[in-house]
């Protein structure tokens, strides 16, 4: 575990300089690629760990057959790299739209090559080397560096997502709560989720609070990557609709039951679509196995995992939804 996380920072830190130096020279200036501010790329970072174990997996394989399926990784990993930053960060990190057989302007036959070639030189020259260098350096320095890095990638991501999602001019925070609670007002007038003011959810926080709080974040990201923003608050609100203090009381195993417990409740109030169900029955996930199958479901369920992070953490948070909001 320490050797694929120490692998992990050194193939991201390293992964950068290379950017950097083709970056720079091409441009004539100095250029900081990715979607981080610090000096690592999170795409070499995977791809070198993934190489690795492909590396190992695949020894003794004709080089064909190596090359056909370092195309394959390399490729799909930078596809996958590349729609994740534009759908969700906006950003398009690289564009290869000049360049011939390029689809979206995210992969390109040239650099696909590039990457093969250079997933060659790693499995036959760097790879062979690294697994003997890495076992005499010592666990200490390994723990440092490794986690050091993975510690600031962590920070910036965050950071990264605040500013993203989350940061908005106060007069534009002030229409955005405004739009909020006009969507929310059917729920929060309504008994069956007034009631969730008698109970503590987290530590002094009430579960009708948890449950405003998390409709509000996700409506934020669901606002911003453009998902069916009634749809994300609905479920959110009605999420956590149970009544028993599940730290004392409730089913045995409550943390993988209560989301079938909610959706039930849910439907003896209101009418839910397919989308509105699954939000409910998969905020848990990854703990309940199924995964979400809407992008709604899954922003809910890491803004539940989020906020509930949080309250648990020490020190004093910024409250979102204060009590004057919700008169
Ligand atoms: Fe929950
Ligand atoms: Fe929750």
């Known amino acids: 575990m320490l050797n694929l996380i120490f692998s992990f920072s050194l193939f991201s830190v390293l992964g950068w300089l290379l950017e950097v130096g083709y970056r720079s020279i091409v441009a004539k200036k100095f250029v900081n690629p990715g979607l981080l501010k610090g000096p690592y790329l999170i795409l070499y970072g995977s791809g070198g760990v993934l190489l690795g174990g492909f590396a190992h997996l695949l020894i003794g ?189 409730g089913p045995r195993l409550h943390g993988f039951r209560h989301p079938k417990i909610s959706l039930e409740n849910a439907k003896k109030f209101f009418s839910l679509s397919k989308k509105e169900e699954d939000i409910i029955k998969k905020h848990m996930w990854p703990l309940t196995p199924t995964p979400p199958f809407y992008l709604e479901s899954l922003v809910v369920s890491l803004i539940d995992t989020f906020c509930s992070l949080r309250d648990y953490l020490p020190g004093e948070k910024k409250n979102i939804v204060i009590d004057r909001d919700l008169e």
Request: with cysteine; hydrophobic share 45%; aromatic share 20%.
């Open 61 to 249: 394989t004709n080089i064909f057959l190596k090359a056909l399926i370092y195309a394959l990784i390399t490729t799909s990993l930078e596809f996958v790299s590349g729609i994740i930053a534009l759908k969700l960060f906006n950003k398009k990190l690289w564009d290869y739209s000049d360049n011939k057989f390029n689809y979206k302007g995210i992969i390109c036959l040239k650099f696909s090559i590039y990457w093969t070639l250079l997933a060659l030189i790693f499995d036959y020259f760097i790879y062979p080397r690294y697994t003997s260098l890495i076992s005499h350096i010592p666990a200490s320095t390994k723990s440092i560096f490794g986690f050091g890095v993975l510690f600031c990638m962590l920070f910036d991501f965050s950071k990264l997502v605040q500013e993203h999602f989350f940061k908005y001019p106060k007069e534009e925070e002030e229409k955005l709560k405004k739009e909020f609670f006009h969507l929310i007002k059917p729920y929060i007038s309504h008994p069956a989720i007034l009631k969730l003011k008698d109970s503590y959810h987290h530590k002094k926080k009430t579960r009708f609070v948890h449950v405003v709080e998390v409709a509000y974040y996700s409506f934020l990201i669901a606002k911003k990557m453009s998902l069916d923003v009634e749809v994300t608050v609905k479920g959110a609100m009605l999420h956590d609709l149970f009544y028993y203090d599940w730290l004392r009381e």
